[in-house]
């Protein structure tokens, strides 16, 4: 039995997602750990189109979640640019920034990408390096929106408020044994030939 992407990665009809988008949009702190790919939001137009086409076969929804990935991107990078912008923090997997499409002009771009963002003041993005071995964000995706968890994956969407200060902590404490700042981008830097 094949899995349908019907349940899973930006799901238009899905109500625990689209009370997510309206959190986001307005959230003051967002963390996202994400060892599958790149968070939605981050993801450059090229990038996320790769990455939903290969999530997914035969979506007659491709083009309507490819919109509304980008949307999320646009928004976020307005939000970054204003004068109240919210404070974002992701951790990625180092195996994300490598996976098959590594090489690719679309993840270079993607690479090129979070490394211009990693510049900016509100923005911390944490490479989880390959040789720290398994960690506790590996136990899956998820994002801290100020308050709210929201937890995407193949059995739906879900939203949890009462686990909020937990996964936070979980974030801090991953962030604390990502390479960060500096360390992120030369090992993103190194991925793309730089």
Not at 33 to 53: D, I
């Amino acid at each position: 039995m094949e899995i349908s992407a019907m349940k899973m990665y930006d799901v238009p009809g899905s109500d625990a997602f689209q009370r997510f988008l309206d959190k986001e949009k307005a959230a003051r702190d967002i963390f996202w750990n994400q060892p599958l790919h790149v968070p939605g939001p981050l993801q450059v137009p090229a990038y996320a189109e790769a990455t939903l086409r290969s999530l997914t076969r035969n979506d007659a929804d491709l083009d309507e979640r490819v919109r509304i990935r980008g949307e999320r991107h646009t928004a976020l990078l307005a939000r970054l640019d204003g004068d109240d912008a919210p404070a974002v923090h992701a951790v990625i997997d180092e195996s994300v920034l490598r996976r098959s499409a590594a090489g690719s002009d679309a993840t270079r771009r993607q690479i090129e990408h979070l490394i211009e963002l990693s510049q900016r003041p509100a923005v911390h993005i944490g490479i989880m390096p390959l040789d720290r071995g398994p960690h506790r964000g590996l136990i899956g995706p998820f994002v801290v929106a100020d308050e709210m968890v929201f937890f995407e994956g193949a059995a739906g969407d879900q939203l949890v408020e009462d686990v909020a200060a937990s996964y936070r902590d979980l974030g801090r404490s991953l962030m604390a044994e990502a390479a960060t700042d500096e360390d992120a981008r030369t090992l993103m830097g190194k991925l793309i030939g730089r």
